[in-house]
């Protein structure tokens, strides 16, 4: 944990503001996982933070959303244009 804290620091993953009156700050919480090889053992722990995401209310704490997901249709129109010029 205490790697992936100076990683974060390192990489200036965040910066410190104040915080407006009224405003409550996101919460986080560190999500622990345990990677296995092959044969069962154990290889390497990993761990990351996270915010907690889903205690912020639309219209007060954000306006918008964005997901950069493809359609299914450019999929197709690329995997089309690459096929052709091949």
């Known amino acids: 944990m205490e790697l992936e804290m100076e990683a ?4 200036n993953t965040w910066k410190l503001v104040t915080l407006p009156p009224g405003k409550k700050p996101v919460g986080c919480k560190w999500v622990y ?3 296995y090889r092959a044969d069962g053992t154990i290889e390497r722990y990993k761990v990351r933070l996270v915010a907690k995401g889903f205690t912020q209310t639309y219209g ?7 997901a950069p997901v493809a359609k299914m249709n450019t999929g197709r129109v690329i995997l089309s244009l ?5």
Do not use: C, I, S
């Open 8 to 11: 974060l620091e390192k990489n």
């Open 82 to 86: 690459a096929a052709n010029h091949d």
């Open 33 to 35: 996982t345990v990677k």
């Open 60 to 66: 007060v704490d954000y306006l918008e959303t964005f």
